[in-house]
C-alpha cells in the first residue's frame, strides 16, 4: 500500500494571507510615518499659522482663503485637523518594526511548505524533508490533539536518537492524512497508541498505489 498526503492548498493560502496583510501593513506604517503623518504635519501647523496670520477674517473667508493658498501649495484643500504629535509618527514604526517580522516569518513559511509531503509505503513512512522510518521504529503515536485539532505526533528511534514526525490533517489533505493514520495504527502494537484510541478502519480503503489526490510530488 502506497499513500501520499501533500501539503493542504487552503494552508499555503492561509500562510499567504497572514503573511502579505501583516507585511502590508507594515508597509503602510513605514509610510505613515515618513511621509503622511509629517506631512500632515506640515500643513496643520501652517494652517494655524495661516489662521492666526488671518484672525481679522470671518472663520468662513479664512478657511476660503486658505482653500486657495492650500491649492498653490499643492496641498490637499480640507486635509487639515490637528497636527500630528510626535507620539503618533514614532508609533507607526513601533508598528511596522512588530508587524514586520511576523509577515516575514508567515512568508518563510509559505515557502518552506510549499512541496511538502508524507508518504506511507507498506511498512515504511518517508516525508519530503528527508525522515525515512520503518513502522517498527515507532515508539509512541500520540493523539492527545487528534479529535480537537486533527494533529497526531509520531515518535520513532533512529540512529540512536529520537526523532518525531506530525501528522496534521489540516496542513495536509485531510483524507490521505487520516489514511496513513490508520495504516499506521494497523500496523503497530496499539499499546504505542496514547491520546486515543485507534481510528475505525475506512470502508472504502484507497486501492494500492492510489496517488489520485496526490498529483503534487514537488
Known amino acids: 500500500m502506497t499513500v501520499r498526503t501533500n ?6 493560502v492561509r500562510l499567504g494571507l ?3 496583510f501583516c507585511g502590508g ?21 501652517a494652517f494655524d499659522e495661516f489662521k492666526e496670520e488671518h484672525s481679522e477674517l470671518d472663520p468662513k473667508d479664512i478657511v476660503d482663503n486658505w482653500k486657495e493658498y492650500a491649492v498653490e501649495q499643492g496641498w490637499p484643500a480640507n486635509d487639515r485637523g490637528k497636527p500630528r504629535t510626535n507620539y503618533e509618527i514614532n508609533g507607526q514604526f513601533v508598528m511596522a518594526t512588530a508587524l514586520a517580522p511576523v509577515g516575514l516569518f508567515f512568508l518563510t513559511q509559505l515557502l518552506l511548505n510549499r512541496g511538502r509531503w508524507i508518504e506511507a509505503h507498506d ?3 518517508t516525508s519530503s524533508r528527508g525522515q525515512q522510518f ?4 515507532i515508539i509512541e503515536l500520540n493523539k492527545k490533539k487528534w479529535d480537537k485539532k486533527g494533529i497526531a505526533t509520531i515518535k520513532y528511534e533512529s540512529d540512536g536518537r529520537k526523532r518525531k514526525l506530525v501528522l496534521d490533517d489540516c496542513n495536509y489533505q485531510r483524507d490521505t492524512t487520516n489514511a496513513i493514520l490508520r495504516h499506521i495504527e494497523t500496523n503497530i502494537d496499539h499499546a504505542k497508541i496514547v491520546g486515543g484510541k485507534p481510528e475505525p478502519p475506512l470502508k472504502n480503503k484507497p486501492p494500492e498505489g492510489d496517488h489520485s489526490q496526490c498529483n503534487d510530488h514537488a
Open 7 to 12: 501539503i493542504n492548498t487552503s494552508h499555503l
Open 134 to 137: 520503518e513502522l517498527s521504529q
Open 18 to 20: 497572514i503573511g502579505l
Open 123 to 125: 511498512m515504511t513512512l
Open 25 to 45: 501593513f507594515a508597509l503602510a506604517c513605514l509610510y505613515d510615518g515618513f511621509v503622511r503623518y509629517p506631512n500632515q504635519r506640515i500643513r496643520a501647523e
